[in-house]
């Protein structure tokens, strides 16, 4: 059995595979339009036990990949005692950081002690001027650059995340060109979201119809391969990723979400509690939550309706968490859902020359 | 050169790599590779004896007791898939 036979075989059997925890919303940077619902920091931070019981159920379930994230997971106390634990208990560790505090002494003590799969961090622009603007830093584009740098110079696997906004998508391009001299991929998120708490004015910050267009042609000059288009293979791909189980994601079902206040989140996206670990153990929320069903059988509904729009539904890149944010439905099709399903249908009427 | 093999080796996962098995089958990630390797379940049920750092002609004994075949068959069976894992970067001498 292949590895993406074991995974939709988790989708379908709700075999707990991936979990994401963010340790704490403190951040040593200051983004403009950082999702993190900062009015939670009111409630209990989980202690440093609760972490390392959390980390055991995992294990325990047999849990294969951890993310530790944040706000900035450097920026937690206890960040490498609860990365040490991690990794003791053979987690496939990924760190999804901003990269300001990975210094090359940081990035080596990260290496010796947590022996992470890959680094993750946050790429705002191919100019000091604009990923300065994002963070609100000044100098942070600068230290990024070094930081990177150092992290491939000692082996680390370093991945380059990006949002796609009104204020970087003329230089994606040059996004992409630095990504490539730097030698790490670089993922680009085309959609800006609503912060976690609902509120919509990071919107505002969304690329143009323009910057989309310049990306979309962007990601298929370097995309396009055998003299399929870009669509066929995102379609072709999606497809196949889907067949054999019935559900649109694996939230709730092989994935799972803990935020720094204990709650239990069927995905990092998908922002409605099924459990809290001040009250009750991970193990117990997975195997007795009702919440989690009625999660589960969202994703198999998703699944029917995106299959009811052909390839355009597939290039939707609809996520049910985003549509719980935007509108408190997690059917309900979205702004940013609606324009790439008619971008597709665009496309596909277009003659095959 | 090659150093000579222990007359009853024993095997342990590479630092590097992750080993989980799920639903009887074992997975590992090669970090450094970057790969995914999936293992059967007899394969799944050699390596968690590897972890336990029990030697391998016991493993032989419990893979021969357990699926009900001779020690001879679950003996090539079980080098030949340390081979495979050795050559992998998966799994090491300890």
């Known amino acids: 059995m292949s590895y993406a036979d074991t ?42 036990a609760q972490h390392k019981a959390l980390l055991d159920d995992l294990a325990s379930l047999s849990v294969l990949s951890l993310t530790l994230t944040g706000g900035e997971p450097l920026a937690h106390p206890h960040f490498f005692e609860i990365g040490t634990h991690a990794r003791a208990l053979g987690f496939v560790v990924r760190l999804k950081s901003n990269g300001h505090a990975l210094r090359r002494h940081v990035a080596k003590r990260i290496v010796d002690e947590i022996d992470p799969f890959i680094i ?27 930081n990177v740098k150092d992290m491939t110079a000692l082996g680390l696997r370093v991945k380059a995340n990006s949002v796609l906004t009104r204020w970087n998508e003329s230089e994606i391009e040059a996004m992409f060109d630095l990504a490539e001299t730097l030698g790490v991929p ?30 979309a042609r962007s990601v298929a000059r370097r995309a396009t391969k055998d003299g399929t288009t870009l669509l066929e293979n995102v379609a072709a791909a999606r497809r196949e990723s889907k067949d054999g189980t019935d559900k649109h994601c694996g939230a709730g079902s092989n994935n799972v979400a803990i935020d720094p206040f204990g709650n239990v989140l069927p995905c990092v996206q998908w922002r409605v509690p099924i459990g809290n670990l001040h009250h009750q153990r991970l193990t117990e929320i997975w195997r007795g939550s009702n919440r989690l069903d009625e999660i589960r059988e969202t994703t198999r509904a998703a699944r029917t309706m995106l299959d009811a729009l052909g390839d355009p539904g597939l290039a939707a890149n609809f996520c049910p968490g985003a549509a719980h944010t935007h ?18 249908r665009a496309r596909v009427r277009l003659p095959v020359v | ?88 970067g998966a799994i090491q001498e300890s």
């Open chain 1, 7 to 48: 995974i939709k075989r988790s989708w379908n059997e709700h075999r707990l595979m991936n979990a994401l925890v963010e340790l704490t919303y403190a951040c040593n940077l200051d983004c403009d339009f950082c999702y993190n619902d900062l009015s939670l920091e009111r409630e209990t931070m989980l202690n440093l």
């Open chain 1, 120 to 146: 993750e961090v946050s790429f705002h622009g191919a100019t000091a001027a604009t990923h300065d603007r994002q963070t609100r830093v000044p100098g942070s584009f600068d230290r990024l650059m070094t």
């Open chain 1, 186 to 215: 670089l993922q680009v998120d085309p959609e800006v979201k609503p912060r976690d708490d609902g509120d919509l004015s990071p919107l505002a910050l969304s690329a143009t119809e323009g910057g989309l267009s310049q990306y």
């Open chain 1, 327 to 344: 509108h408190g439905d997690a059917l309900a099709l979205y702004p940013a859902a609606e324009q790439r399903i008619e971008s597709a």
């Open chain 2, 1 to 88: 050169m090659m150093s000579t093999p222990a007359p009853n080796p024993h095997y342990r996962v590479d630092p590097h790599a992750r080993f989980r098995v799920l639903d009887g089958e074992g997975i590992f990630v090669l970090q450094k590779a970057g790969e995914v390797l999936v293992v059967n379940a007899v394969g799944a049920f050699i390596v968690e004896r590897l972890e336990r750092d029990m030697p391998l002609d016991e493993i032989i004994r419990e893979v021969s007791r357990r699926y009900d075949v001779d020690d001879a068959r679950a003996g090539a069976d079980a080098r030949a898939l340390i081979d495979s894992l050795l050559e992998a």
